[in-house]
């Protein structure tokens, strides 16, 4: 397969160039999946193969600020216009023209916003421990619980001095926040410098210079939630609901935040189910027009 030139390996985008993984059956409908944060597209490499082997096609990129040859300087580089952008560039070099988006911690504001800004590229979204963005900024706003679990967010503001304390003490973190070793051990040897920590911490940074709206989604969505997550609370969770338009489903997980790499059948299943039903809904339309 990583011979195979109908293969997506890389795809370039101003001058930067993002790694890809490119599996499955290529005749298969295309799930795009976007990592989090301190993560990286190898966060998925449990839960992609139950999609192959449900005939589903995956591109898993690293995406801004994680790609080496995709970590510009400053912080107007990772505002959220860029990073809808990165992924519609994806789905263009793979020549897809719709796909099935699937996101977890940052990479699921991601997959929120793409599918309320550009619903004509998106079939549906499957979201794993993270609310709909208008959700998370209202629990913010009312919510002491999610105001707590956010502190780290008002941290990363700080110039520099996140970045070279987060590299020293990279697996400890994460692993107290309830993810695996082996998998703390792997994003650590990818990530765990100040220097390729600075594109993924922009992401925090840019936020507030981003202008995307958080419009409501309409395509179908399912939100995929951990009830013992760290970062993410029930409220946001829960309000994600009014931010739906379509056909939505909440899935709860007696779990934390680290849905793939934890819980890689239970997301896997979401995603499969979310995938038929929105193929279902979509054969329902296209009998009415006929």
Not at 66 to 74: F, K, L, N, T
Not at 149 to 160: L, N
Not at 198 to 221: C, D, E, L, N, Q
Not at 243 to 254: A, K, S, W
Request: aromatic share 8%; proline share 6%.
């Amino acid at each position: 397969m990583a011979d195979d030139p109908a293969r997506l390996h890389s795809f370039t985008r101003d001058g930067l160039t993002f790694e890809v993984d490119d599996a499955g059956p290529m005749g298969g409908e295309t799930v795009v999946l976007l990592h989090g944060f301190p993560t990286d597209r190898t966060s998925w490499h449990r839960v992609a193969p139950l999609l192959h082997d449900a005939g589903l096609r995956t591109l898993a990129p690293d995406q801004r600020g994680y790609s080496a040859g995709a970590r510009p300087p400053g912080r107007a580089a990772y505002r959220l216009e860029e990073l809808l952008a990165d992924v519609l560039a994806l789905l263009d070099a793979a020549g897809v023209q719709r796909a099935h988006v699937v996101g977890h911690d940052w990479g699921g504001a991601v997959a929120w916003l793409l599918a309320a800004n550009h619903p004509d590229r998106v079939a549906s979204v499957t979201v794993l421990s993270t609310a709909h963005p208008a959700a998370l900024s209202r629990a913010l706003r009312s919510d002491r619980g999610q105001q707590l679990k956010s502190w780290y967010i008002s941290a990363f503001q700080v110039p520099w001095v996140p970045e070279r304390v987060f590299a020293a003490l990279f697996a400890s973190t994460v692993v107290r926040s309830g993810m695996p070793l082996e998998d703390a051990r792997r994003y650590a040897a990818h990530l765990a410098r100040a220097d390729a920590l600075t594109g993924p911490i922009g992401w925090y940074r840019a936020t507030a210079s981003s202008h995307v709206r958080a419009h409501r989604v309409s395509v179908p969505a399912t939100l995929v939630w951990g009830s013992g997550d760290s970062f993410l609370g029930r409220t946001a969770a829960e309000l994600t609901r009014e931010h739906v338009t379509g056909p939505y489903t909440f899935v709860e997980l007696d779990d934390n935040h680290w849905l793939p790499e934890r819980r890689p059948q239970e997301c896997a299943a979401a995603v499969i189910a979310r995938v038929r039903d929105a193929d279902d809904v979509d054969a329902g339309k296209n009998a009415a027009r006929g």
